[in-house]
């Protein structure tokens, strides 16, 4: 933690201050509902037109899922990293039993949309939620902080997954949990990079890391985690994500390659967790 007050913020890489600052990506009609993810389809019957309800529903279930992996009981403090418009935090605090939940984002303009958008929460529940500004490679929390580490599509934004995950386990109280939900290249095959620019422009423009799982998994390993389990989630994701955006978007554009890069395994959805030991 080099945080304090007056301290100088976690510089914001380009394409991330403008993704979420000026071109506010999450007001985008292909996202709804105050998440933005490309959303947990299991159970949806996609062989029908998907309505904005759908698609608000695939996003809450996205977060329930990784929630379900924190293994939440009653009574604890958790810290959701890249909370972006805060729907996800305020799920945590409403449906999992936390005393407390943080959300974290290294945004200031998302942070101002989240506090906004859950500023009935946040009166309703004084002392309970809050939104702090914060870089995943470099958190403003004291050590042992947090009994639940948490982050949704995010991952693929940070600079450093190492520091990530020693700013984790730093900030997790021993028996401490993270699950991480996100979207990452499967191995560690050489040409994943570039042919995830060549179909993706988030990955081109540098908004997008191509981060593989051994790295995220040797990352956690690393910083003294342990028990790290991963599983592919993609089967429920991609499909889905693209049946959603099949009556408004064309094949091959941005969005819709998403699905290309799954089924060429070149990218998938994974959720990953793993424990702080107890000693
Ligand atoms: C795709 S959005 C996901 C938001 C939310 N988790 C959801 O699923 O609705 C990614 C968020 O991560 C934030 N972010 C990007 N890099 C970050 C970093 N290094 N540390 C913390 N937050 C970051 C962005 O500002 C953005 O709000």
């Given amino acids: 933690m080099t945080q304090g007050p007056g301290a100088t913020p976690h510089p914001i890489p380009p394409a ?3 993704a979420y600052g000026p071109a506010d990506l999450g007001s985008m009609p292909m996202f709804a509902g105050g998440f933005i993810n490309f959303g947990y389809w299991q159970g949806f019957d996609l062989g029908r037109s998907l309505t904005e309800d759908d698609r608000i529903g695939s996003q809450l279930a996205m ?3 990784a929630l379900g992996a924190l293994v939440p009981t009653e009574g604890l403090r958790a810290l959701e990293v890249g909370c972006g418009l805060g729907a996800g935090a305020a799920v945590a605090l409403e449906e999992y039993g936390f005393a407390r939940v943080t959300g974290m984002d290294i945004h200031p303009q998302q942070l101002e949309r989240a506090r906004q958008a859950n500023s009935g929460l946040l009166g309703r529940r004084p002392g309970r939620l809050h939104f702090v500004q914060g870089a995943a490679e470099d958190m403003p929390f004291d050590d042992g902080e947090f009994d639940r580490v948490l982050s949704v599509e995010a991952a693929q934004h ?3 997954l190492g520091a990530f995950a020693r700013e984790t386990a730093r900030v997790l109280r021993p028996g401490g949990r993270v699950a991480i939900a996100g979207f990452f290249v499967p191995d560690a095959g050489p040409a994943r990079a570039g042919r995830l620019a ?3 422009d ?3 423009s540098g908004l997008d890391v191509a981060h593989t799982v051994p790295l995220l998994t040797g990352s956690l390993e690393r910083a003294g985690l342990s028990g790290v389990r991963v ?3 993609g089967a ?4 889905g994500w693209d049946r959603w955006l099949a009556d408004a978007w064309k094949p091959d554009t941005w969005p819709r390659n998403f699905l290309r ?3 060429e395994g070149t990218l998938d959805y994974f959720t990953v967790t793993a424990e702080r030991p107890v000693r």
């Fill in 202 to 204: 988030s990955f081109a």
């Fill in 261 to 263: 890069a799954y089924r």
């Fill in 158 to 160: 940070f600079r450093d």
């Fill in 198 to 200: 060549e179909l993706l």
């Fill in 236 to 239: 429920s994701v991609w499909p």
């Fill in 63 to 65: 977060y329930r899922q």
């Fill in 231 to 233: 599983t592919s989630i």
């Fill in 16 to 18: 991330v201050q403008e």
